[in-house]
């Protein structure tokens, strides 16, 4: 299938509750792809606390769903401040162009700016920012795992 057609059949809709073990799976799958040191497993309840506190707070989770109504990923965004927390893809469909239809989908809800934190050491989810469009803009660690973590931007082109 190329990638249009698959393009093409992707649903995104807002998350209702029974999509919690489904975010949770490919959270812990992506994660654990990306850093196989970790145990993101352990990380589960941390994760919905953190959408829920979120959410509380104002911002949407989004998610995409594939032609077979399996979740690819997902993306919680704030409209507010434009904070985009969480970003993740099923790591069966990364390089599959899932990732930038999650970017466009925060931007459709916060189309002035976009923030994020991504670890410093993560190469492949810098340059996809910046092949996107971000810019680093400075540098801090992440509160769980002590990371090294680059602060990025997106502003609509002129702003």
């Known amino acids: 299938m ?4 698959a393009q093409a ?3 995104l809709r807002s998350r209702v509750d029974d999509d919690w073990p489904f975010i949770l799976n490919v959270w812990v ?7 196989p040191e970790i145990d993101f497993e352990a990380r589960r309840d941390w994760l919905l606390r953190r959408i829920r506190e979120l959410e509380a707070t104002g911002s949407v989770t989004l998610c995409l769903f594939d032609a077979q109504s399996t979740l690819a ?3 919680v965004i704030n ?3 434009g904070w985009l927390d969480q ?3 099923a790591p069966d469909r990364f390089g599959a162009g ?5 970017l466009s989908a925060a931007r459709n809800v916060s189309p002035r700016l976009i923030r994020l934190d991504v670890n410093a050491d993560n190469a492949r989810a810098i340059h996809f920012y910046e092949r996107d469009g971000f810019s680093r803009v400075g540098r801090g660690a992440n509160t769980l795992s002590g990371r090294e973590t680059v602060m990025m931007e997106w502003r ?4």
């Open 87 to 89: 970003i993740c893809v």
């Open 79 to 81: 409209p507010a401040d």
């Open 156 to 159: 609509p082109q002129g702003e």
């Open 98 to 102: 899932l990732g930038a239809s999650l």
């Open 73 to 75: 990923g997902f993306v």
């Open 29 to 35: 799958a992506s994660w654990q792809a990306t850093y």
């Open 9 to 11: 059949s992707l649903n």
């Open 2 to 5: 190329n990638a249009p057609t």
